[in-house]
């Protein structure tokens, strides 16, 4: 690692130097001789703090206090009491995956305006992951003088490709951040930290006896690492007052469950102290004052039960903050309920969903369980967070009561994307969930609460995009966001939803996209089959088959696959139908795999939704891959509690020549979506994203290989891996060009009005 190399990353920030504006015109902040933007003389109070709740995987169906959550809805009495004391926006749209969404809420941009248009992989170069040069949230905050902190799953940037490693979140911005840079968890350690044969504890720990007769057990030696090297013990035997049974608590606790044995002075040497867990045993990464800290697998605080790990790490920070006079923001981005599913302790289960789970992680039925069970433990965990930092107190019966005037905190809860698909509730539709631009794919609950909001309790049904909070953190900060970030802003106002009961719609359309993530040689994903497609989402194999896919990349050796592709694979989806066609012509057609598109771009508005996807499919008359694209028009809506949704058997299009209400709307809405394409041009030479190509693209250069590193940055134009002198010609070849006219921008801006 070159020296400097975290310094450097943890420093580059865009510098700026324009005065900072309120609603009214007037200066809401000076910039000390220090540069910190500091409160104006005629303001008593400083801004509120934050706490952004991202929850994994948690579309609008999972949400009974939205309408929806099927016949067995998870309990969420803490998202709930927020939700009462604040508004709900039913009417949200992310991103279909994390990444992209994650960007964009934290920057106000589309993922096109970054390049990060899908899942971060181990292969994407950082031209397609978030760029230290981008103004996150905590850059725009630090304007106002806030500290930031993030705790749970980045899935930003980094490690891989990327100058700063694990060191990304403090390069972007965030002051501290105690959480897992990677986004999914490892598979479930079947083993159960080397206990048994893999595949024997499909939810990584022993269960007991009752459950299990052939491997369970009742009682046990549980090993414990003391953080200093060494190894407790501690003997156990039969389950808790909750329910979890002694293999359940021991690995809840961070250690390892030997069966039926007493504590010995030595721990047994085969135990498998460096099994990643799923969400039990991770690999914490903790960012703070210039440093990072890869914490071995070994140590207490990477073991125990993810979700409690990251409301511990937030509580602790927020409660060392809450006497400063200096406004926070912190980020509680929950791993829960992605997959691998894997059941929480029982105590975090107050509706007793705990006693039908029996340790068995296999089973499709337990996975809807599982789900379920990792959802209402998300929610009592931040039930522990609002009131271990004073933003709630606890009911007479132990329910949370939360009063957004009780503090100077405004809570943000949202989904990251839809549901995963073996997880959505009726009547969503399962097979376009997570990952697809269609509703359950992208329909998101947003909750908004705190001592700003008027006349707390409300529901808004009108369009917000992910895009907007990051808007809505600076303007309730007082800051004048679009001046403040360069390029292309995407966000839309959201301060006059929480101000006026009566504020007309601020979004004349919505927008969502998915694409390709830049890799080396204009490499792919390799092809996963999940849910019936083709997919290049998932960035590796272990993933797909964590999803339940069949991997059919290098290193294939699923026995349902063509024969001939065992561990040779193939890099494109096309080609698996090549595969299946060359095997066997005459059952082609029964047997191929249809094709999930490869780029997508959603637009709408309250009443009809415009899909155009992208895709490669094999075709035998030519033996090769052909380009595909297609467009898709539906009438949605909002009911409860069954909503119009984009369902296959609804294409208008399909359907043939459009009524004139219809055809009107499609008009509208596809120039709206040209225009808003249009608004992204390429711009060699760019490497801050600013819409120009100016000395400051020059001076970044400089900073990024001056400090040692020459692998793949933003700033490497021609995507060979490399930041070199090759680069720097670029910038030089285009020196003074400005990408991004003003005609451009206002297009892009018009669902912003």
Request: hydrophobic residues 35%.
């Amino acid at each position: 690692m070159p020296p400097g190399k975290f310094a450097l990353c943890a420093t580059l920030l865009l510098s700026l130097s324009i005065p900072t504006f309120g609603m009214a015109g007037q200066p809401l902040f000076s910039q000390a001789q220090n540069g910190d933007w500091i409160l104006a003389d005629r303001f008593e109070q400083r801004p509120p703090n934050f706490l952004l709740v991202i929850m994994d995987d948690v579309g609008i169906d999972q949400m009974e206090s939205f309408g929806y959550g099927g016949a067995t809805p998870p309990a969420m009495p803490s998202i709930d009491a927020i939700a009462d004391g604040g508004l709900r926006f039913r009417n949200t749209w992310a991103m279909p995956v994390c990444s992209p969404t994650r960007s964009a809420l934290l920057t106000g941009r589309y993922p096109m305006r970054n390049r990060l248009e899908q899942v971060i992989g181990p292969n994407d170069l950082a031209n397609s992951q978030l760029s230290q040069f981008e103004v996150t949230a905590p850059k725009l905050l630090r304007h106002a003088g806030y500290r930031s902190a993030m705790f749970g799953k980045f899935h930003l940037a980094g490690p891989f490709n990327h100058a700063a490693g694990n060191g990304t979140p403090q390069a972007l911005g965030w002051d501290y951040f105690a959480g897992f840079i990677l986004g999914a968890p490892s598979s479930i350690d079947t083993t159960a930290g080397g206990i048994g044969p893999a595949g024997t504890y499909s939810c990584g720990f022993i269960p007991d006896a009752a459950s299990d007769p052939v491997h369970g057990a009742d009682s046990g030696a549980c090993y414990l690492p003391d953080g200093t090297g060494g190894i407790g013990c501690l003997e156990l035997a039969g389950n808790n007052t909750d329910g979890d049974p002694p293999g359940l608590q021991c690995l809840t606790d961070g250690g390892i469950l030997v069966p039926n044995q007493s504590c010995q002075a030595e721990a047994p040497g085969h135990l498998a102290w460096e099994h990643e867990n799923a969400h039990y045993v991770s690999p914490l990464m903790i960012n703070h004052d210039g440093q990072v800290e890869e914490v071995p697998l070994t140590d207490p605080r990477g073991r125990g039960y993810r979700s409690t790990i990251e409301i511990d790490a937030a509580i602790d920070w927020i409660q060392q903050h809450q006497a400063s006079s200096q406004p926070w923001m912190a980020t509680v981005s929950f791993t829960a309920p992605h997959t691998p599913l894997q059941q929480p302790p029982a105590h975090l289960l107050p509706s007793g969903l705990a006693t039908h789970l029996d340790g068995d992680c296999d089973d499709p039925i337990r996975q809807r369980l599982l789900s379920d069970a990792m959802t209402e433990a998300l929610d009592a965990e931040l039930g522990r967070l609002m009131l271990a930092t004073g933003l709630a107190e606890s009911g007479p019966g132990g329910e949370l009561h939360y009063d957004p005037a009780g503090s100077d905190t405004v809570v943000v809860v949202l989904g990251d994307n839809g549901t995963f698909a073996p997880l959505v509730k009726a009547p969503f539709d399962a097979q376009r969930a997570k990952g697809t631009p269609y509703q359950t794919g992208i329909w998101v609950p947003l909750v908004v609460a705190g001592p700003e909001v008027d006349q707390p309790g409300r529901i808004v049904e009108h369009m917000v995009n992910v895009t907007d909070v990051f808007r809505l953190f600076g303007e309730l900060a007082g800051l004048d966001v679009p001046a403040l970030v360069p390029g292309i802003l995407d966000a839309a106002p959201m301060r006059a939803y929480l101000d006026h009961a009566d504020q007309a719609p601020l979004r004349e359309f919505n927008f969502v996209q998915t694409g390709q993530n830049l890799q080396l040689h204009g490499g792919v994903n390799g092809p996963c089959e999940i849910l019936d497609l083709c997919s290049h989402t998932l960035p590796a194999k272990a993933v797909c088959e964590v999803n339940g896919g069949i991997w059919w990349g290098e290193g294939a050796d699923d026995p349902s696959i063509v024969p001939d592709l065992i561990e040779s694979g193939v890099e494109h989806c096309w080609q698996v139908n090549q595969a299946i066609y060359h095997h066997d012509p005459a059952q082609y057609e029964s047997n191929r795999v249809p094709m999930m598109p490869t780029a997508t771009q959603a637009i709408g508005n309250d009443h009809f939704k415009l899909i155009r996807s992208s895709a490669t499919d094999y075709d035998p008359a030519t033996d090769s891959g052909v380009a595909t694209e297609t467009e898709e028009f539906y009438h949605i809506n909002r009911a409860t509690p069954v909503p119009l949704l984009d369902t296959a058997d609804r294409d208008l299009l399909a359907a043939g020549d459009l009524d004139p209400v219809p055809a009107l709307h499609y008009k509208r809405l596809s120039q709206q979506l040209d225009d808003i394409m249009a608004s992204q041009v390429d711009c060699p030479g760019d490497g801050n994203y600013d819409g120009r190509v100016d000395q400051t693209d020059i001076d970044n250069y400089h900073s990024i290989v001056d400090s040692g590193w020459s692998g793949s940055s933003t700033y490497d134009f021609n995507l060979d891996g490399q930041t070199d002198e090759a680069d720097l010609q670029i910038i030089m070849d285009h020196l003074g060009t400005v990408c991004r006219p003003d005609a451009i921008q206002q297009e892009s801006e018009r669902g912003n009005p």
